[in-house]
């Protein structure tokens, strides 16, 4: 096991809703960094954490939004729900930033359905 | 065109076989190179790093072609248990940019 953890496990919301997704990075690792991946496809790089500050960001709209926190720890926040953000949402840490080459280790991931 | 390419597949190995497959890049200043497998309904779990000069662990080959942009798997001497989705993954700055990756059967 990679030592990061998510909750919850799954999620059902309304199209509207908000929603939080947590992640408990590897012990040592100081950053952090959200992916959506829907059925069939590819993880999308939704942001980064790199010690409590976003780090790089995605193509994805504001109301994707995140946290880190001084454990290095990070929520996902996502507000005004639509149906095509059901996904599995995976949150992965890295020693230091993950473009520096260094390799992420990922949690089991959310999945989340909006209906 | 996608910034990352993988063939989808599926491909399916007898099991013992050696399989390679391939992942194309577009940004030549990509730097770090890496696969990953992901099973099922499952999170994606570190294969190997890809180096300059390629490496191997065990029965898993990854090569870097920096002139055609492409990064390659082998895998000899499959097993059942190497079925799974392989995602090819090419750092662009500060993030990682992933394929849809190829999707392996190994039959037996």
């Known amino acids: 096991e990679t030592g990061v953890t998510q909750s919850p496990t799954h999620l059902i919301k309304t199209r509207g809703q908000q929603v939080t997704l947590r992640c408990s990075s590897q012990s040592g690792h100081n950053t952090v960094s959200w992916y959506q991946q829907a ?44 149906l095509d953000d059901s996904a599995l949402y995976l949150c992965a840490s890295s020693l230091e930033l993950a473009g520096a080459g260094h390799e992420q280790y990922f949690g089991p991931g959310t999945r989340l359905t909006v209906t | 065109r ?18 390679a497959f391939n992942c194309t890049y577009s940004n030549s200043a990509s730097q770090s190179f890496f696969w990953y497998r992901q099973d099922c309904r499952k999170e994606p779990k570190l294969l190997m790093s890809v180096y300059s000069s390629g490496n191997e662990d065990g029965r898993f080959t990854a090569q870097l072609n920096r002139a055609s942009q492409y990064i390659s798997l082998l895998i000899r001497d499959s097993k059942l248990s190497d079925s799974a989705t392989y995602l090819c993954v090419v750092e662009r700055g500060y993030q990682l940019i992933w394929g849809a990756g190829t999707k392996l059967i190994i039959k037996p």
């Not at chain 1, 496809?41 to 109301?63: A, L, T």
């Not at chain 1, 994707?64 to 290095?72: A, R």
């Open chain 2, 2 to 19: 996608k910034e990352v390419e993988q063939d989808p597949g599926p491909f399916n190995v007898p099991e013992g076989a050696t399989v």
């Open chain 1, 39 to 82: 059925l069939g496809q590819g993880p999308q790089f939704i942001f980064q954490y790199y010690r409590e500050e976003e780090n790089g960001r995605g193509n994805f709209p504001p109301r994707f939004s995140g946290l880190q926190f001084p454990n290095y720890s990070s929520e996902l926040n996502v507000n005004a729900l639509e």
